[in-house]
């Protein structure tokens, strides 16, 4: 799994994220801004890791309607042609794509008339139609939003609910490709 966040002592929700994913059997939790904090992307290296990789799931809190900057510049780097698509480019082709976030702002900020006026499905879309385009299966996207105010609680259900997804996914469980309609 593919991870960043340019604050995570900021971030209840996805430390919780991170303690529920970590340590689970077959998953490999990808910290980008840990492991490239100059931004110098390992080409060669990420593709193999997707090679491996059956599913691929990509958590991250929103940050201006859309992933943080490193993300963005890692699918550049990484889904290139000849790898991701195009001629001879197949290497992900039937895995599983699966995007996890996280909101500061309330559900209802997310839809026309809201304070940022798209929907929930609307923010999918980007990786939604990467997913498409390189011939990998979109899962049900999982997102918590409201996270300034959330109960602990709340957040511990979440990050239980996203590792028995994780868990159950590993172990056989296909939750099925999503719409990533809300």
Request: a negative charge; glycine letters at 12%; aromatic letters at 10%.
């Amino acid at each position: 799994m593919l991870f960043a966040h340019l604050e995570m002592d900021r971030s209840r929700i996805n430390r919780a994220l991170r303690r529920a994913a970590r340590g689970l059997e077959r998953v490999r939790f990808h910290d980008l801004l840990e492991t490239y904090p100059d931004f110098y992307i390992d080409v060669e290296h990420e593709q193999a890791l997707l090679r491996e990789a059956d599913l691929v799931v990509i958590q991250h809190p929103l940050y201006w309607y859309g992933v943080p900057a490193i993300i963005k510049h890692w699918l550049d780097m990484v889904f290139t042609r000849g790898f991701a698509f195009g001629p001879d480019g197949g290497a992900l082709r039937g895995k599983a794509l699966m995007q996890v976030l996280s909101t500061g702002a309330p559900e209802s900020a997310y839809r026309a008339g809201g304070q940022h006026g798209i929907s929930v499905a609307d923010l999918y879309v980007p990786l939604r139609a990467l997913a498409g385009f390189c011939g990998m299966r979109w899962l049900e996207p999982l997102a918590l939003h409201g996270g300034h105010g959330l109960a602990e609680e709340i957040i511990a259900a979440h990050a239980n609910r996203y590792r028995e997804l994780l868990d159950g996914y590993v172990h056989g469980a296909d939750p099925g490709a999503g719409s990533g309609e809300d």
